[in-house]
């Protein structure tokens, strides 16, 4: 029972520092674009598990998080992880294309 215990609170703790870490890659990604975001937060869109093309499996975590522009539209914004690593942050304009950073 102990050990389910650590268990659940290393799992809680992991999670908590990648949203942190995840919030942090955000914002830097918004000034360097000149871009603002919004509410200063990031959400949970997406949790999984998925296969990397060395075939091993990790979990795979999409957050999601709005930006704007000029300060009065909002944008959608995602970030890709797997495992603890960023795989692509992904920004979409108001025409609907996607801007990629790794």
Same mark, same amino acid.
């Given at each position: 029972?102990?050990? &389910?215990?650590?268990?659940?609170?290393?799992?809680?703790?992991?999670? +908590?520092? !990648?949203?942190?870490?995840? &919030?942090?890659?955000? *914002?830097?990604?918004?000034?360097? /674009?000149?871009?603002? !975001?919004?509410?200063?937060? #990031?959400? !949970?869109?997406?949790? /999984?598990?998925? *296969?990397?093309?060395?075939?091993? +499996?990790? &979990?795979?975590?999409?957050?999601? +998080?709005? +930006? /704007?522009?000029?300060?009065?539209? %909002?944008?959608?914004?995602f970030?890709?992880?797997?495992?603890?690593? #960023? /795989?692509?942050? %992904?920004?979409?304009?108001?025409e609907?294309?996607?801007?990629?950073?790794h």
């Amino acid at each position: 029972m102990l050990v &389910l215990l650590v268990f659940l609170i290393y799992i809680w703790y992991e999670t +908590f520092r !990648l949203r942190e870490y995840v &919030l942090i890659k955000c *914002k830097q990604v918004c000034r360097e /674009s000149n871009l603002q !975001l919004l509410d200063q937060t #990031i959400a !949970l869109a997406a949790l /999984s598990i998925k *296969k990397t093309p060395s075939g091993r +499996f990790h &979990l795979y975590r999409c957050y999601g +998080f709005e +930006f /704007s522009v000029n300060g009065t539209e %909002r944008l959608r914004g995602f970030v890709d992880m797997m495992g603890s690593y #960023i /795989s692509a942050i %992904r920004l979409e304009d108001a025409e609907g294309t996607t801007i990629y950073y790794h």
